[in-house]
């Protein structure tokens, strides 16, 4: 199956700094999303991004499918930024749904 | 909107015994699925289902059934639990496949 990897594991940033996650994939995609989970563990969609570039106030995200990867910016972070970062990929053929998850970056902002 | 609920928030069970875990959605969407997620590793699919009445297996079925009698609710149940199953599981919805999928709160299960 597709494998996806996302780098770093951990980031350790100071509150008003910039942060790029990573997120490698080693096959063609359907669609792609960035998760956000926070420290209480509830699961927040931040991006659906097959391809292209999107914004959303402070986050930003691009992907470029021909090259298998996609980045998500932080910019100006915020204690509230803290959690884990989870990009999820569909590479299932039509009617076969499947996301698949990688490991996450964990993401602390310390004030 | 309540958007997608989870029932219980939290369960112990002993090795053997049997529990269902309710997820429901008032969004009206098509897809809902199960996942579970373990320490250090990313979300595993177990089942999920593409309307009501319909169900298919995901990443990690084995020991996991499902039903999704009504378009709302999704149905997870262990018949008898092992010790392997202890994880946090997180349902979601999505309006169709290939959307933004919205996931409920997890519920936290320990199995002894």
């Known amino acids: 199956g597709i494998q996806v990897e996302q780098s770093p594991p951990d980031l350790i940033l100071q509150e008003g700094a910039n942060s790029t996650l990573r997120c490698n994939f080693s096959d063609s995609v359907n669609n792609l999303q960035w998760f956000h989970q926070n420290p209480w563990g509830q699961l927040i969609n931040l991006f659906y991004i097959p391809s292209g570039t999107k914004q959303n106030g402070r986050l930003s995200a691009t992907t470029v499918a021909t090259e298998r990867y996609s980045l998500l910016y932080i910019s100006s972070s915020q204690t509230t930024d803290s959690g884990v970062y989870f990009c999820a990929v569909d590479s299932s053929n039509f009617g076969n749904e499947k996301l698949t998850f990688g490991t996450g970056t964990r993401l602390t902002i310390i004030p | 909107n309540a958007g997608v609920t989870q029932t219980p928030k939290f369960r112990v069970l002993k090795t053997g015994q049997s529990m269902t875990l309710l997820c429901a959605q008032d969004?009206?969407?098509?897809?809902m699925y199960w996942y579970r997620q373990d320490p250090g590793m990313g979300l595993r699919l177990i089942h999920y289902s593409v309307g009501e009445g319909t169900t298919a297996k995901g990443e990690v079925p084995d020991g996991y059934n499902v039903s999704r009698l009504k378009k709302q609710n999704f149905l997870l149940g262990l018949e008898s639990a092992a010790p392997s199953q202890t994880s946090v599981y997180f349902c979601a919805s999505s309006y169709s496949r290939g959307q933004t999928q919205y996931f409920g709160p997890g519920t936290r299960l320990l199995v002894l």
């Open positions: 969004m009206n969407h098509e897809y």
